[in-house]
Every structure is written in structure tokens, then in C-alpha cells.
């Protein structure tokens, strides 16, 4: 196999994911955690890159990095310290459940090597020096000229709402 630019780029991306993805579950920080979230998606929005599927990688970034995030970071930072367990309430749980997530985790792993190597080899279209045209354009289309129109507002307007609403809701003013 040979290593170009491109493939120590993508092994960058990929153990970046994975690294990140692994404090996001055993770091017992929850804002830390959020961080590493952070990190990890924007380590899949770079694998999406490589996949040329440019529309979700600006769409994993837009949404999950810009608002998914921020909504996490802005919930754990509103109800941080109201939620603490008893010390021994906490060590039970812990105790029972890392050994049923340990088997989970271990079943879904041994699931995902098996289509791994079940799954058969495709030519990556990168690698022959063709390159697809852009996702973007072909999903604007569709969505902006078709069937799909009428619901893509309705759901713009119900979006603006909820954006109102939840502003309308954080008033101090309101509140009180």
C-alpha cells in the first residue's frame, strides 16, 4: 500500500475520530466530554470530505458542531451541580453497568468487523484522477424544485418559530 499526502490526512482524521470518541465516553468531566464530542465531529465531518459527500460535511459541522453542541454545552452548563448521587448509589451503578456496556460494546464491535470483512472492495473514485461533481448542487435541485418544496418551508417557518418561542421562554422579563 502506498502512502501518499492524502492517506496520512485521512489515518490523521480517522484516529483523531476514534481518539476523541474514546474520552468522550471515559472522561469524567462532562464539559471535557462536550469538547471531545466536538473534536469527534469534526473528525467525521473531514471522513465525510473524503467521501465526497460535501454537503454533509458542511451539514455536520453547521448543524452538529454549530448547534447540537452548543445546545449540550448550554444545557450541562445551566444544570451542572443539581445532579449529584449518593457515593454508594453511584459505585453500584458503576459497577453493574461497565460490565453489561463492556459486553455491548464488545458484541457491537465483533458486528462491525464481521460486515467489515464481509463487505466487498470498491474502487475509490478519488484515486483514478476522476472527481464527482459537487453534492450540493444536485440536493439545492432536487429539494428547491421539486415535491419537496412546500415541506422544506413548512419546516423553515416551524424552525423560526421555535426560535422565537425558546427566545419569547429566556426572557428574564417573562420569568419573573
Given at each position: 500500500?502506498?502512502?501518499?499526502?492524502?492517506?496520512?490526512?485521512?489515518?490523521?482524521?480517522?484516529l483523531?475520530?476514534?481518539?476523541?470518541?474514546?474520552?468522550?465516553?471515559?472522561?469524567?468531566?462532562?464539559?471535557?466530554?462536550?469538547?471531545?464530542?466536538?473534536?469527534?465531529?469534526?473528525?467525521?465531518?473531514?471522513?465525510?470530505?473524503?467521501?465526497?459527500?460535501?454537503?454533509?460535511?458542511?451539514?455536520?459541522?453547521?448543524?452538529?458542531?454549530?448547534?447540537?453542541?452548543?445546545l449540550?454545552?448550554?444545557?450541562?452548563?445551566?444544570?451542572?451541580?443539581?445532579?449529584?448521587?449518593?457515593r454508594?448509589?453511584?459505585?453500584?451503578?458503576?459497577?453493574?453497568?461497565?460490565?453489561?456496556?463492556?459486553?455491548?460494546?464488545?458484541?457491537?464491535?465483533?458486528?462491525?468487523?464481521?460486515?467489515?470483512?464481509?463487505?466487498?472492495?470498491?474502487?475509490?473514485?478519488?484515486?483514478?484522477?476522476?472527481?464527482?461533481?459537487?453534492?450540493?448542487?444536485?440536493?439545492?435541485?432536487?429539494?428547491?424544485?421539486?415535491?419537496?418544496?412546500?415541506?422544506?418551508?413548512?419546516?423553515?417557518?416551524l424552525?423560526?418559530?421555535?426560535?422565537?418561542?425558546?427566545?419569547?421562554?429566556?426572557?428574564?422579563?417573562?420569568?419573573?
Open positions: 500500500m502506498e502512502f501518499t499526502l492524502k492517506t496520512f490526512i485521512f489515518y490523521g482524521f480517522a483523531m475520530t476514534v481518539a476523541s470518541a474514546l474520552l468522550v465516553v471515559t472522561v469524567r468531566n462532562i464539559v471535557h466530554a462536550a469538547f471531545s464530542l466536538m473534536v469527534t465531529l469534526f473528525g467525521v465531518a473531514g471522513l465525510y470530505v473524503f467521501l465526497q459527500a460535501d454537503f454533509l460535511a458542511a451539514t455536520q459541522v453547521i448543524v452538529y458542531v454549530g448547534g447540537i453542541l452548543v449540550i454545552l448550554f444545557g450541562v452548563m445551566m444544570t451542572s451541580g443539581h445532579f449529584e448521587m449518593p454508594q448509589i453511584k459505585s453500584r451503578i458503576e459497577r453493574g453497568q461497565l460490565l453489561l456496556g463492556g459486553v455491548v460494546a464488545l458484541a457491537l464491535f465483533m458486528l462491525l468487523l464481521t460486515v467489515i470483512a464481509n463487505t466487498p472492495a470498491w474502487k475509490n473514485l478519488i484515486d483514478d484522477g476522476t472527481e464527482l461533481p459537487p453534492t450540493t448542487e444536485k440536493i439545492g435541485e432536487f429539494i428547491l424544485a421539486g415535491e419537496f418544496l412546500l415541506p422544506f418551508e413548512v419546516v423553515s417557518v424552525l423560526l418559530v421555535a426560535l422565537i418561542g425558546a427566545a419569547l421562554i429566556s426572557r428574564k422579563e417573562v420569568r419573573d
